[in-house]
């Protein structure tokens, strides 16, 4: 099946810095990303909606300037998590589905990327 | 948009033992209806999945049902392991979407 990889798998920053999260496709080409959001103990909550080559399609409620997304290549995605604050702190996971197979609504999940701000 | 309920959010059973968990979707356009066992700290992973076409579909011990009239579907899982412990997620997709929403999820856990 699909892989999607994702890097790094866990970082602890301080406070006012920035983050980048990688999301990539190993063995297909995706033109399409989704990120998500993962409190304890919750549900995959979905920020955005990545698209190669064009921007972001963001969520309600979702601060664009804050979670920067770019979506450069068909096999790599990135979140950048800007001036990172504790509250900031969770799983992110990426997904992607690929589009070489009949059943594209698959979707394949990255493993996720826990981030912790001092 | 689509709004999809799960229950229970916490399953025990016994090993052995059958585990079924409900989702109910809101938007009779959903066609896709993935599930996802998700153990602690890892990824999603699909176990199995159904498009509205079908009204059944099995793999093993796992099994889902739909109904599309009253817009619910189920998850079976029958005789558990203990390696069956996880979080389960439904979720539904509306066609020419391709974006699913997501239940809650059950914290399924089994014990030996």
């Known amino acids: 099946g699909a892989v999607v990889s994702q890097h790094p798998s866990w970082v602890i920053c301080k406070s006012g810095t920035s983050v980048k999260i990688e999301c990539r496709s190993l063995?297909?080409?995706?033109?399409?990303m989704f990120w998500y959001r993962q409190f304890p103990k919750q549900s995959l909550m979905l920020m955005a909606t990545?698209?190669?080559?064009?921007?972001?399609?963001?969520e309600q409620g979702v601060e664009k300037d804050k979670f920067l997304i770019n979506h450069a290549s068909l096999t790599l995605s990135t979140l950048t998590v800007t001036s990172a604050h504790p509250e900031d702190s969770s799983f992110y996971i990426c997904?992607?589905?690929?589009?070489?197979?009949?059943?594209?609504?698959?979707?394949?999940f990255g493993p996720g990327t826990r981030l912790t701000v001092l | 948009g689509e709004n999809v309920e799960q229950h229970p959010s916490t399953l025990s059973v016994q090993e052995g033992d059958s585990a079924v968990i409900k989702c109910t979707y809101s938007?009779?356009?959903?066609?896709?209806f993935p599930w996802y066992k998700q153990e602690l700290g890892k990824r999603p992973q699909l176990i199995i999945d159904?498009?509205?076409?079908?009204g059944e579909k099995k793999d093993q011990r796992i099994a889902v049902t739909l109904n599309k009239t009253a817009k619910h579907f189920s998850l079976h899982i029958t005789e558990t392991q203990p390696e069956d412990s996880a979080v389960y997620f439904c979720?539904?997709?509306?066609?020419?979407?391709?974006?699913?929403?997501f239940g809650r999820g059950t914290s399924l856990i089994v014990h030996p």
């Open positions: 997904s992607a589905r690929d589009p070489g197979v009949l059943r594209t609504d698959t979707q394949y």
């Open positions: 063995d297909f080409q995706a033109t399409t």
């Open positions: 938007d009779s356009a959903s066609n896709y």
């Open positions: 990545s698209n190669e080559g064009s921007k972001a399609t963001y």
């Open positions: 159904i498009r509205s076409n079908v």
């Open positions: 979720a539904a997709s509306m066609g020419g979407s391709y974006i699913p929403t």
